[in-house]
């Protein structure tokens, strides 16, 4: 038997939470993997939404989505995950999300200065849980193998700890070695 990878565990779990015709959240775009899986997720009548702070992952992730033929599912916003919760509330008000996606740290082949940072991130995930439809979904893939990236993955995890469990379900999947392996949070909506 062998043990599901990070990515497979977040993509298992996801594809149960969501369906087609959902609207979803990318909290951190990147190169676009999980932006093009979420796109792929929701179907023709879903909507996807997608964060970065950086041009070169916007582009990276656009190129991917229209290789993919999923694009026009897709709204890429240049923007910091911390502001999620204004241009959700302008852009698609009173509609809930089925799940929500980060990955931790900094874009694979982007420049290793520009991570993201704890303060930030729980703001982002507490806005996203606060939009989360009943039994939806959030996942957090954390990284631990960066400068910051323990501390950041410490902060989140106390913080996820700190959920009341009657709002919101939390589990852990992480390996233990090798060393500064990434894990995985999934919390789930109560309700």
């Given at each position: ?5 990070i990515?497979?565990?977040t993509?298992?779990?996801?594809r149960a939470?969501?369906h ?8 951190t ?7 093009t899986?979420l796109?792929?997720?929701v ?6 939404v997608?964060f ?9 992730a ?7 033929s ?5 709204e ?15 852009h698609?008000?009173g509609?809930?999300?089925a799940?929500a996606?980060?990955n931790?740290?900094?874009r694979?082949?982007?420049s290793?200065d520009l991570v ?10 507490e806005?996203t ?5 009943p039994?939806g ?7 631990t ?20 469990p009657?709002?919101?379900?939390v ?11 990434p894990?995985?949070?999934a ?5």
């Amino acid at each position: 038997m062998q043990f599901e990878s990070i990515r497979e565990m977040t993509q298992r779990l996801m594809r149960a939470a969501i369906h087609s015709g959902d609207r979803v959240l990318d909290g951190t775009a990147g190169n676009g993997h999980d932006t093009t899986f979420l796109a792929e997720c929701v179907g023709e009548s879903g909507k996807v939404v997608a964060f970065d702070i950086q041009a070169e992952a916007i582009t990276h992730a656009s190129a991917r989505l229209e290789a993919a033929s999923v694009k026009h599912r897709v709204e890429l916003v240049l923007q910091r995950h911390e502001y999620l919760g204004k241009w959700l509330d302008n852009h698609w008000p009173g509609e809930s999300l089925a799940g929500a996606m980060f990955n931790l740290g900094y874009r694979p082949g982007g420049s290793k200065d520009l991570v993201t940072q704890a303060e930030t991130t729980i703001s982002a995930l507490e806005q996203t849980i606060a939009r989360l439809r009943p039994a939806g979904l959030l996942t957090v893939v954390l990284y631990t193998g960066h400068a910051g990236g323990r501390n950041e993955a410490d902060a989140v995890i106390d913080w996820a700890k700190s959920l009341d469990p009657a709002h919101a379900v939390v589990l852990w999947y992480q390996f233990l070695n090798p060393h500064n392996s990434p894990s995985l949070l999934a919390i789930r909506k109560s309700g």
